[in-house]
């Protein structure tokens, strides 16, 4: 068994999130934080003493804040918050996103700028190490003021209150779960409601899941991608390293460098000098649009890798100072959402184009009307591409910015709001869409292989051409796709088709991207003289 994360407040990466919330990797609350998390403490008891009014632990929340809450209401005033602000509907939020809010928060508190006990950490620690999950409904959060509603839940649950996930898509009462886990109910003291509440931490857990699962899926679209371009019979020159080399964009030359790699050895692509016309762009632009989508993806793990290790709570504490200001505004989170909603969405839209060229016989290069054995007495592969458009339309919806509309709340006292909570929901459809968009130009560019026959594609057509044929036979006549389609897309989600294939790849000395080429390479080719193609 691995050794358990220790947080800090300060290295929590990516990739350790994602051990966490889908690996089950366990996690502790290291020294340092404890310490620091403990001088913090001190000064929330020292101003209640004082009588000194500190917004949210003296006083009243949002529209509210000028009201003053005496020294003995201040530990009734977290626990009426807690309960009040768990106003989320609609269905419950998957498990390992609420694991991965569950860490974000813990992570978060460890800076020790927000005033809490170590206990609080502890309990949160504690829920995810024995999978105590809160359940947390979809909507409510703005994206603002912190993501209220949601983190209201996920508290209520540690107070013994509410209810966490069981099996089957079940529920069960918080206090139950918490007794069987023997989980000590928090009991919320000053300021520990309201630093719970304020904070990105759905909307970051959101990006985190996104950029992971948005890394998989471009490597999938590569490959897809490059198996179309096989069997479309592309022209090679538009994937010359010289070309790539001077668009001075790195992300556009790892994919042309990884598409020379996957279409080495191949017998159906076309050499530069085989003049026939230019190809389309879903050809020809692969590398400057999958590249593009790229751009996307990289800015938002930047911004992702800052907001796991920030304090997003409302006040936060200096030394003996209390700073009320707006780290919990979601709006960069908001705007890294969007953006790579966008990125990922331009994926589909351009598979489907590809999927729509394999099909039709006028744009194929000579493959059968629909991919069918016997067209007109069979459909073949007419309806899987109608599939693809069909949600390439409704991706289109979907990447339209609901962060660009803000609606006030709290009586204006909250008058501009993010919405990022929102972004991160509609990313997650965009996604799964995505999974199957692909699955559809899987599904098409094997049966052209087929057709292509005797003639070979490259390694690394041939070789993921074989692991599909391990999972959905050949169309020899027709039968509904929708199994195949959802197999495929299984398949692509999960990753170890991926994974399998690039490792066939790299033996084969293809070099690759993430598991298949060095990250970060240029791919440029030789300075002068004939470029080396498949």
Not at 160 to 182: M, N, Y
Not at 257 to 270: K, N
Request: with cysteine; charged share 25%; glycine share 12%.
């Amino acid at each position: 068994m691995a050794e358990p994360i220790t947080l800090d407040g300060a290295h929590l990466t990516p990739e350790m999130l994602m051990e966490v919330a889908r690996g089950h990797r366990r996690v502790r609350l290291g020294t340092a934080a404890r310490r620091r998390m403990e001088r913090s403490r001190r000064e929330v008891l020292r101003a209640v003493e004082e009588g000194r009014p500190v917004y949210g632990v003296t006083t009243g929340f949002g529209r509210l804040s000028d009201r003053l809450i005496s020294r003995e209401d201040a530990k009734t005033l977290q626990r009426n918050l807690i309960r009040s602000h768990a106003s989320g509907v609609g269905p419950l939020l998957p498990p390992d996103l609420v694991r991965a809010l569950l860490l974000v928060r813990a992570n978060g508190l460890c800076r020790g700028f927000s005033g809490v006990r170590p206990e609080v950490v502890i309990t949160l620690l504690g829920m995810l190490n024995r999978d105590v999950t809160p359940a947390i409904p979809l909507q409510g959060s703005v994206g603002a003021s912190g993501d209220l509603a949601p983190l209201a839940h996920a508290a209520l649950a540690m107070l013994g209150e509410g209810e966490v996930l069981a099996e089957g898509g079940r529920t069960k009462p918080g206090a139950a779960a918490l007794r069987d886990a023997g989980i000590p109910p928090l009991v919320p003291q000053e300021k520990e409601g309201i630093a719970l509440l304020n904070g990105t931490c759905l909307m970051t857990a959101y990006l985190a899941l996104l950029e992971q699962d948005g890394e998989r899926l471009l490597r999938a679209a590569e490959m897809v991608a490059g198996l179309s371009f096989d069997v479309l019979q592309g022209n090679v020159g538009a994937l010359d390293p010289r070309l790539h080399g001077a668009r001075n964009l790195p992300e556009q030359e790892d994919v042309a460098a990884f598409l020379r790699g996957w279409l080495r050895g191949s017998a159906l692509v076309r050499p530069a000098r085989d003049y026939q016309g230019q190809d389309p762009y879903v050809l020809r632009c692969i590398p400057q649009v999958l590249g593009a989508s790229r751009v996307g993806l990289g800015w938002a793990r930047r911004v992702l890798e800052g907001e796991l290790n920030a304090a997003s709570d409302n006040p936060l504490i200096f030394g003996s100072d209390f700073v009320s200001g707006g780290n919990f505004h979601g709006q960069p989170l908001a705007l890294a959402l969007e953006t790579l909603a966008l990125a990922l969405s331009y994926v589909g839209s351009f598979s489907e184009r590809r999927s729509a060229r394999l099909v039709d016989s006028d744009l194929s290069r000579g493959l059968a009307p629909f991919l069918s054995r016997t067209p007109g007495l069979s459909s073949g592969y007419m309806i899987p591409q109608y599939v693809a458009a069909a949600l390439v339309a409704e991706n289109a919806a979907l990447a339209h910015p609901v962060s660009a509309y803000s609606l006030p709340t709290s009586a204006n006292q909250e008058d501009f709001n993010s919405m990022g909570a929102g972004a991160g929901a509609k990313g997650q459809r965009i996604l799964e869409n995505l999974w199957r968009i692909l699955a559809v130009e899987l599904l098409l560019g094997c049966a052209g292989l087929e057709e292509r026959r005797p003639a070979h594609g490259g390694v690394g057509t041939e070789s993921l051409y074989r692991e599909v044929r391990r999972r959905v036979p050949p169309l020899e006549a027709d039968r509904p796709p929708a199994p195949d389609l959802e197999t495929l897309a299984r398949l692509l989600r999960e990753g170890p088709l991926l994974e399998k294939v690039a490792r066939e790849v790299s033996r084969e000395g293809s070099g690759t991207s993430k598991g298949m080429r060095r990250k970060g390479s240029s791919g440029k080719g030789p300075a002068s003289g004939r470029s080396k193609f498949p």
